[in-house]
């Protein structure tokens, strides 16, 4: 097992995440730092962990999906739109044409 970091920065893993500043009080950074040691962690494992119970338990809220659900298909509304507002001005069928999905997104 290594060492936790000091600073709390995982230099591993720096090319495939985003780095986000997170300001906590010190009552809650001391216990958070407090976590980590005892569990052999690091502060931004720690956090990560906490996020991806956070964003588990919002998947399962009903009124956030049906929220979700709602703006897909508002987006797809004005993406037909625009394509027919190309289409027009251009007199181009292609753009009326349902656009193709990309892999790995």
């Known amino acids: 097992m290594t060492t936790p970091p000091v600073d709390g920065i995982d230099r591993h893993n ?10 906590l009080e010190p009552d809650i ?22 996020l991806a119970a ?3 338990l919002v998947k399962e809220n009903t009124d ?8 897909m298909a508002e987006i797809e509304r004005e993406a037909a739109a625009r394509r027919e507002a190309i ?3 251009f007199g181009n069928d292609q753009a009326t044409a349902k656009p193709r999905t990309t892999r790995g997104r």
């Open 87 to 89: 289409a027009s001005l």
């Open 64 to 71: 956030l999906v049906s929220q979700a659900e709602s703006a």
């Open 54 to 56: 956070h964003i588990a």
């Open 29 to 50: 950074h001391i216990q958070l730092t407090l976590i980590a040691q005892l569990r052999g962690s690091t502060i931004t494992e720690e956090i990560r962990k906490a």
């Open 14 to 23: 720096q090319g495939s995440v985003k780095t986000l500043a997170v300001r």
